[in-house]
């Protein structure tokens, strides 16, 4: 039995699929993603899974490890990670029981060293070029002298070929286990690309935006933009399908695709623990294993992966994985709930690149997710929760242009991705409309936040304080923590806690590689 995991950068839960379970009004109605769709229909798809942490590496160091993040030493933060040899990755793991072990593109960065979980430069298979990454630029670049057609097909010819220099130097009658991490939904991409390269009408996305996000042309463009990398990486997903099939591999592979935490540049999305920050896609194929068909209502952490693939290779799981094997739900026949416990997620965040004026620290949450309500501790509300204001919170202080706020994250609030999302409510914050927008995003948060997500899907009104949902605040706080000390969480079994002191805080790193 191989395995493939494609595990898209930023990718959050756009697909068609999905809309076949939301209303009327989801944006996933406006994009076509025939491959990922394919192995749902074909297999399983899960409509509550989410990441451990909103933030590339801590997310990655989880799902590889198959722990906590929190539980990965360096790698629970971005900025200054560095990667345990001492823990056990699935991908080593599996090399050791015999799989010959690939990757393309992206897998555990930033952090050093690069890739490490997977092997690093020795199993990496990007010879033949990393130009996908950078689609939308790529295609626009290129269409002028070849076309649009063919300017995507030399991407997915990429694609391919990096696939077969994979595939070709397997060692006969091996299995394989190979990741394709492609990074084209991480900013930046082309402006107006959306449009240009997909077809995709940003008028279209009017009315069906987030109640969180500014619903203007400057706003509905730039999420039309970036459908259009999620409808990219369908395409490079759907070449490595075929050529699963042209090799006859594909029914004796299991296929799982799914991405690392939602959109960038986006409000309340990439390093916030509200849903459109959490929740991923993810979809499973594997014939004879997995029927055809199923929906899958179960939460699931992605952490949980490692241990399922180590099972279903039928390899000993290591003891360090904390992650709970699907493979039981995968093996089951039934759609809906399966596993009668997995009714509850947990995610966090410590430190990305938050530049703070107090110290360089993290900006620490914790937060548990239920069907019906999403719980959020935020330990230290006196920071800021998408970095330092840096002069925007002194009223005469010179403004950064809407250009270098489009494209340097670092000038402001740098935990969230610079963008023309992120300029343009910069530059309209002091307006009556946008103003409540603006502070929910930037502004400091309470140390307590609830939703009730049965009457607020955007997570707009905090309940924390409504005397009617303290018994709801007080047991879904009891839960949470619960797993957080039995999980031995540094944040709330250590004094002081590890994640407020050098090399997890303190005086920041340039990227390592």
Same mark, same amino acid.
């Given at each position: 039995m191989n395995i493939v995991f494609a595990f898209a950068d930023d990718w959050g839960r756009y697909a068609s699929i999905y809309a076949e379970h939301e209303g009327p009004e989801s944006i996933n109605h406006l994009i076509r993603t025939p491959h990922v769709d394919r192995i749902a229909r074909e297999g399983a798809l899960f409509k509550n899974a989410s990441v451990p942490a909103p933030s590339c590496t801590p997310c990655r160091s989880s799902i590889l490890s198959g722990r906590y993040f929190w539980q990965t030493g360096l790698g629970a933060i971005l900025l200054g990670a560095v990667w345990d040899e001492q823990i056990p990755?699935?991908?080593?793991?599996?090399?050791?029981?015999?799989?010959?072990?690939?990757?393309?593109?992206?897998?555990?960065?930033?952090?050093?060293?690069?890739?490490?979980?997977?092997?690093?430069?020795?199993?990496?298979?990007?010879?033949?070029?990393?130009?996908?990454?950078?689609?939308?630029?790529?295609?626009?670049?290129?269409?002028?002298?070849?076309?649009?057609?063919?300017?995507?097909?030399?991407?997915?010819?990429? =694609?391919?070929?990096?696939? !077969?220099?994979? $595939?070709?130097?397997? +060692?006969?009658? /091996?299995?394989?286990? &190979?990741?394709? #991490?492609?990074?084209?939904?991480?900013?930046?991409?082309?402006?107006?690309?959306?449009?240009?390269?997909?077809?995709?009408?940003?008028?279209?996305?009017?009315?069906?935006?987030?109640?969180?996000?500014?619903?203007?042309?400057?706003?509905?463009?730039?999420?039309?933009?970036?459908?259009?990398?999620?409808?990219?990486?369908?395409?490079?997903?759907?070449?490595?399908?075929?050529?699963?099939?042209?090799?006859?591999?594909?029914?004796?592979?299991? =296929?799982?695709?799914?991405? !690392?935490?939602? $959109?960038?540049?986006? +409000?309340?999305? /990439?390093?916030?623990? &509200?849903?459109? #920050?959490?929740?991923?896609?993810?979809?499973?194929?594997?014939?004879?294993?997995?029927?055809?068909?199923?929906?899958?209502?179960?939460?699931?952490?992605?952490?949980?992966?490692?241990?399922?693939?180590?099972?279903?290779?039928?390899?000993?799981?290591?003891?360090?994985?904390?992650?709970?094997?699907?493979?039981?739900?995968?093996?089951?026949?039934?759609?809906?709930?399966?596993?009668?416990?997995?009714?509850?997620?947990?995610?966090g965040r410590e430190r990305h690149v938050n530049e703070a004026r107090e110290g360089d620290l993290p900006y620490p949450q914790r937060a548990i997710r239920t069907q019906d309500y999403l719980y959020i501790i935020n330990f230290e509300p006196e920071r800021w929760p998408m970095g330092d204001p840096k002069g925007l919170d002194q009223p005469h202080a010179a403004a950064p242009t809407y250009e270098e706020l489009r494209w340097n994250t670092r000038i402001a609030y740098a935990d969230m991705d610079a963008s023309p999302t992120k300029a343009w409510m910069i530059h309209h914050r002091s307006e009556s409309e946008v103003q409540l927008l603006f502070d929910l995003a930037f502004d400091k948060r309470p140390r307590e936040e609830l939703y009730d997500l049965r009457n607020d899907p955007y997570y707009m009104h905090n309940l924390a304080d409504e005397p009617q949902y303290t018994d709801v605040k007080r047991e879904l706080n009891a839960a949470l923590m619960a797993e957080l000390r039995r999980q031995q969480d540094p944040r709330v079994t250590e004094t002081p806690c590890r994640f407020e002191q050098e090399p997890y805080a303190g005086k920041l790193q340039p990227f390592q590689q």
């Open positions: 990755s699935y991908p080593l793991e599996l090399e050791k029981a015999g799989y010959h072990i690939g990757h393309t593109y992206k897998v555990w960065a930033p952090g050093k060293t690069k890739n490490a979980p997977y092997g690093g430069q020795r199993t990496a298979y990007s010879s033949c070029g990393n130009q996908f990454s950078k689609f939308s630029h790529r295609v626009t670049e290129r269409a002028e002298q070849i076309g649009v057609d063919a300017a995507k097909q030399e991407l997915l010819d990429e =694609v391919r070929n990096n696939f !077969d220099s994979f $595939i070709d130097v397997r +060692p006969e009658g /091996k299995p394989f286990c &190979y990741w394709w #991490g492609p990074t084209n939904t991480h900013r930046t991409w082309e402006r107006g690309s959306g449009k240009a390269i997909w077809g995709l009408n940003p008028d279209d996305l009017q009315g069906r935006m987030p109640g969180f996000l500014p619903d203007v042309p400057e706003v509905r463009e730039d999420f039309c933009d970036y459908l259009g990398e999620c409808q990219a990486f369908d395409a490079g997903l759907g070449v490595i399908l075929r050529r699963l099939e042209e090799l006859g591999e594909l029914d004796n592979t299991l =296929v799982v695709v799914s991405g !690392d935490h939602g $959109i960038p540049g986006m +409000p309340r999305a /990439k390093c916030n623990l &509200y849903n459109i #920050g959490c929740e991923v896609a993810l979809t499973m194929r594997w014939p004879g294993h997995i029927q055809a068909g199923r929906v899958i209502e179960d939460f699931v952490n992605l952490m949980d992966l490692a241990p399922t693939f180590m099972e279903a290779a039928g390899v000993a799981v290591p003891e360090s994985m904390t992650g709970r094997s699907l493979l039981p739900v995968l093996l089951d026949e039934r759609s809906g709930q399966v596993d009668r416990e997995r009714t509850f997620v947990i995610t």
